[in-house]
């Protein structure tokens, strides 16, 4: 078997596993994200335990969770019998990863944790393992069979076990009204962050960099005008500076095609009326949206009066890093 075939066919064992799991969701799963929202609601966190791959997979879960407005913390269980137990409070939820629910490390530590008035939710592929039968809720992540030719190394249980807390993280952020804006602010300097935050005159290109003409200059006037702002575009206003038209480089170049002597022409003739435009307090994430849904390589920004104030442009985007 080459590599492609190779890979091919595990992802087509990890989608069947994949689909097994889902298969099998029920009340259980509801179960399980009425415990973590009820935990977060009264400032409870959530404690996420695993070894080995689990652990690792634990991590991943904890800091979507986190992301996403739910508090979440990563507990070692070696550490844990060690001091760390520390981290757990009464009112906390345990979320105990382990795909054959028997291991050492984790077993080992629920006599410790049922000591705390906490809930334990498990992540197990054998519902009828020591974890299983000690956890207040069980998610089963039992799948038919492993990527690994040999059904030995951790792959497809790993992914439904992945897949199983992105579904818990994306539930309880729903239904905690968990929202874009939310998002953002525990994301400040990442793309998404900056998305949302920032506002389009924060992005925006002003003053000498955003042309604006009176509809009675002429094409000529209005070209020096795009020139001087290092602009493919020039805003046209009416006589009381309201926005009325867009005339570009693309426009210049099919008026041209039609008529040499456009060059003394009034670029009220000429200009596409009626042009894209947004709000000056608009968030930088509908820009975004605009850019986006319509073939368009400037949009201008606009104040309350409708007056251009600025433009943004496509070309900066992607070193505002918005894109």
């Known amino acids: 078997m080459n590599c492609l075939s190779r890979a091919r066919e595990v992802f087509d064992i990890e989608i069947a596993a994949l689909k097994a799991v889902r298969a099998r969701l029920g009340l259980s799963f509801t ?26 997979v634990g991590r991943k879960i904890s800091a979507t969770l986190t992301s996403t407005g739910s508090t979440s913390v990563v507990m070692d269980p070696v550490d844990a019998m060690h001091g760390d137990l520390g981290m757990i409070c009464d009112g906390d939820a345990i979320l105990m990863l382990s795909y054959s629910g028997n291991s050492e ?3 080992n530590l629920i006599p410790a944790i049922r000591r705390f008035s906490v809930k334990i939710i ?54 905690r ?21 920032l506002k389009v005159k924060d992005i925006m290109r002003g003053g000498e960099r955003n042309p604006v003409a009176s509809r009675e200059l002429t094409v000529k006037q209005a070209l020096l005008a795009m020139t001087k702002a290092k602009c493919g575009c020039v805003s046209v206003v009416d006589q009381r500076g309201r926005l009325v038209g ?9 008026a041209m095609a039609r008529d040499e002597s456009v060059l003394g022409r009034k670029i009220a003739a000429v200009m596409s009326p009626n042009p894209i435009c947004i709000p000056e ?9 605009i ?3 319509r073939n368009i390589d400037d949009l201008i920004v606009v104040d309350a009066r409708k007056r251009p104030v600025g433009l943004v442009d496509s070309q900066d985007l992607p070193r505002l890093k918005l894109m």
Not at 31 to 36: E, H, K, P, R, T
Not at 42 to 54: I, P
Not at 246 to 254: K, L, N, Q, S
């Open 31 to 56: 179960q399980a994200a009425d415990i973590l929202v009820q935990t977060l609601s009264t400032r409870g966190k959530v404690v996420v335990a695993g070894v080995g791959k689990s652990g690792n």
């Open 105 to 107: 490390e984790l077993v």
């Open 122 to 175: 498990a992540l197990t592929g054998s519902p009828r393992s020591l974890l299983a039968r000690h956890s207040d809720c069980l998610l089963d992540i039992r799948i038919p069979r492993e990527a690994c030719p040999f059904n030995l190394a951790p792959t497809a249980s790993t992914t439904a076990m992945l897949a199983m807390g992105d579904a818990l993280a994306m539930a309880v952020m729903e239904a």
């Open 177 to 197: 009204g968990f929202r874009a804006q939310n998002f953002a602010k525990h994301h400040p300097s990442g793309a998404i962050g900056r998305a949302l935050l």
């Open 246 to 254: 867009v005339f570009t480089d693309g426009d210049f170049r099919r």
């Open 281 to 289: 307090d608009s968030l930088a994430v509908e820009a975004l949206k």
């Open 291 to 293: 850019f986006n849904e």
